[in-house]
């Protein structure tokens, strides 16, 4: 674990000048590639100069070690910014995805003293110090109460949530000054709302918070787990919670069929009950958030931090888009998009088509007549495809809904773990059951 570990910088001074040797290295390797490219006759642009291998790699291991937000708009940005972003860049991000370190052991008791005293050990027969996980804002934890009940601690790393703010500036910054991200496109709105995003992911009460309220809503559903929260052990920073065994959601890959159906027409069923009933997204679909347990045959929730309340306008906007794409009306659709919010500037109508012939693909398995089978479609490639085309035509990008991204990136994630289990699901069959559930 030691060459897996690295000391959270806490203070906003030593977390800035993080950034700022970041800077002045990117800088001098700009410099540098910049003279010898120009002495080969070449006239790199600031981005060939700033994108580098060498950059590359000290961007994402400064990020990876500030974690925190630093980090997390990379996630974001990767995962919701799509084709805004340069292929190199994207790639930087995805490796914060799955490079996150953990805190030294002195950091983490020094912690646990700071929240639950000296005696923090007291309530516990049994606590693991190396985490089996850690990710942007946290590590988890396994221990053991008293009274045998298995528990996974998640514990935030330090200073995190007073750096969000000031590390989401320094990040926008960079991403400025480097030009990486097209002038007109809304970064200022798309980090605000991360600010806010974060700020709730930092607040641990507010996600215990959000799983009750989930707890709430699948009360009677027999198909999922929502692990319960011990309150008395919990603060804004701990949140320690029930350890439910089960076994990683991508690993039925080689599952029966009927199993792999199963499984994804049920998750596939609560997106549609989190958009239409419960106006109520959890809006990360990494594959970690899901487990399954093989012989209860339910399905774990973890990780309700990014859990967003939606309006009943955007809700009712998506549905009226779904229908008209389950019809084949576009007219219909842009109406709903202009609804949801995606036509608020001036955009060319041509470019209004082209978002629009995106959506009615997407919506492919909703028109289709019977089980899709996600596992055999190039859906995914050709939406990326087209995406790719509109970015290219860097005068008409727009930012989208803040909350529409969120939206995507839940709809796009049941997509991809749809095909990473080859399932076959009859998406209009559960879409109906929802709407006639919703106008019962």
């Not at 910049?34 to 981005?47: E, L, V």
């Not at 996974?152 to 480097?178: E, F, H, M």
């Not at 919670?241 to 009927?258: N, R």
């Amino acid at each position: 674990m030691k060459n897996n570990e690295a000391k959270v910088p806490t203070s906003r001074l030593s977390r800035l000048s993080k950034m700022g040797g970041l800077a002045s290295r990117l800088a001098g390797n700009v410099l540098f590639e910049g003279a010898k490219q120009f002495s080969q006759g070449k006239s790199p642009s600031m981005q060939q100069l700033m994108m580098t291998p060498t950059n590359i790699g000290h961007v994402a291991d400064k990020l990876s070690q500030l974690r925190g937000a630093a980090m997390k708009v990379g996630q974001m940005l990767s995962m919701d910014a799509g084709d805004l972003v340069p292929p190199e860049l994207a790639d930087i991000f995805a490796k914060l995805r799955s490079d996150a370190k953990a805190m030294p052991h002195k950091q983490l008791t020094h912690l646990l003293v700071e929240h639950w005293g000296p005696d923090w050990l007291a309530p516990f027969a049994q606590f693991e110090l190396r985490p089996f996980a850690a990710a942007s804002i946290g590590q988890v934890h396994l221990a053991y109460l008293e009274t045998g009940e298995k528990l996974a601690i998640k514990i935030q790393y330090p200073g995190i949530r007073d750096s969000i703010d000031s590390d989401i500036d320094n990040v926008a910054t960079l991403l400025k000054v480097s030009r990486l991200i097209p002038a007109n496109v809304k970064l200022d709105t798309l980090l605000a709302e991360a600010k806010a995003q974060l700020h709730n992911e930092a607040d641990y009460h507010f996600e215990a918070q959000q799983i009750a309220l989930y707890q709430q809503q699948l009360a009677d559903d027999p198909s999922f787990i929502v692990p319960k929260v011990y309150k008395q052990l919990s603060n804004d920073s701990i949140l320690c919670m029930q350890f439910v065994e089960g076994v990683a959601i991508e690993s039925l890959a080689q599952s029966p069929q009927e199993v792999r159906d199963q499984i994804a027409t049920t998750l596939m069923a609560l997106c549609f009950k989190e958009l239409f009933e419960f106006k109520l997204v959890q809006s990360d679909p990494n594959f970690a958030n899901f487990q399954y347990q093989k012989d209860t045959q339910k399905i774990v929730l973890f990780d309700f931090g990014a859990t967003r309340a939606i309006s009943d306008t955007l809700s009712d906007g998506y549905l009226e888009l779904m229908l008209g794409a389950a019809d084949g009306d576009k007219t219909k659709m842009t109406a709903a998009a202009k609804q949801i919010g995606f036509f608020q500037d001036q955009i060319d109508p041509a470019q209004q088509q082209l978002i629009i012939d995106i959506f009615y693909q997407a919506c492919e398995p909703l028109r289709f007549d019977g089980d899709y089978d996600f596992g055999a479609s190039d859906l995914a490639k050709r939406i990326t495809q087209a995406g790719k085309v509109m970015s290219t035509q860097q005068n008409e990008w727009h930012t989208p809904p803040t909350d529409a991204i969120f939206i995507h990136r839940k709809l796009a994630g049941m997509y991809l773990l749809a095909a990473k289990l080859k399932a076959n699901i009859n998406i209009r069959t559960l879409f109906n059951q929802v709407i006639n559930s919703k106008n019962k």
